[in-house]
């Protein structure tokens, strides 16, 4: 295993646990398509690995878990139809990759915008103290399409539309996260992983066959929503975007903006 390589996998055969490691820090764990790519075949190679049987997921580094898409990958054209739409992150997580080994995700510093995707999929998170969740899109002149329709199956109505509305003008403590039920526990601020890789262990203690038909069946109870709120975001992201040129020009200007934290 590399260190230099943008995903560490590191595997524990007497526990069962594989942690996985966004491991980009100099660009806060943001996902460029060799990333994404990785992240696919990690999934994928996890379904004929019996010696895996539960995931623990996190980012390296204190600043950031992950801050979604890396906007300067200029390996990421989109298609000019509005019926379609190149989102190299929609087959990041693992349920897009017919992965039901449970997944547990430890969450230090930033989580934001595409990051999303990968919060949405798994089964629970823990963070620590100083974690924050926000959603920039709106912000940037950009639809909240995708992430708001995964939120919105792991918070209230009220809390997700505050998140995605308020872009980067706020974001939400690990503490609030905890309280409307994004985080399923809140640890010392460097504990996230330990707390996370503790609880994969209990889980992968568990018969393997009745953990992956119960994370089935969770999914399953919300899947048809989700599928829904899939189908109508690419027509949305079409016709609510801005220009690229403009949204680069609004990103920009970022490092000046200010945020309050909830």
């Not at 943001?30 to 994928?44: F, K, P, V």
């Amino acid at each position: 295993m590399s260190p230099h390589a943008s995903l560490l996998v590191e595997r524990d055969t007497a526990t069962g646990v594989a942690l996985v490691t966004l491991n980009r820090p100099s660009r806060l764990n943001a996902i460029d398509r060799g990333l994404a790519g990785q992240l696919e075949e990690t999934w994928r190679s996890f379904r004929y690995d019996d010696s895996v049987r539960a995931i623990a997921l996190t980012g390296t580094g204190t600043r950031a878990f992950c801050t979604g898409i890396d906007r300067d990958d200029t390996h990421a054209p989109q298609p000019g139809s509005p019926y379609s739409q190149d989102d190299p992150l929609l087959t990041i997580g693992p349920k897009a990759n017919d992965l039901w080994k449970p997944v547990v995700v430890a969450v230090e510093g930033m989580a934001c915008g595409g990051a999303f995707y990968l919060l949405g999929e798994a089964e629970f998170v823990v963070a620590g103290a100083s974690a924050t969740f926000f959603d920039p899109h709106t912000t940037y002149g950009m639809v909240s399409a995708y992430e708001s329709g995964l939120m919105a199956q792991r918070m209230p109505y009220g809390e997700v539309a505050r998140m995605v509305l308020m872009g980067a003008a706020e974001r939400m403590s690990a503490r609030r996260a905890y309280e409307v039920g994004l985080v399923s526990e809140v640890t010392e601020d460097g504990g996230a992983v330990a707390a996370a890789v503790e609880r994969a262990a209990v889980i992968a203690g568990c018969p393997s066959e009745a953990v992956q038909g119960t994370v089935r069946a969770l999914w399953a109870a919300h899947q048809a929503a989700r599928a829904h709120a899939f189908a109508l975001a690419p027509h949305l992201v079409a016709l609510g975007n801005l220009p690229g040129e403009r949204q680069a020009e609004l990103f920009a200007g970022r490092e000046r903006s200010t945020y309050r934290k909830r």
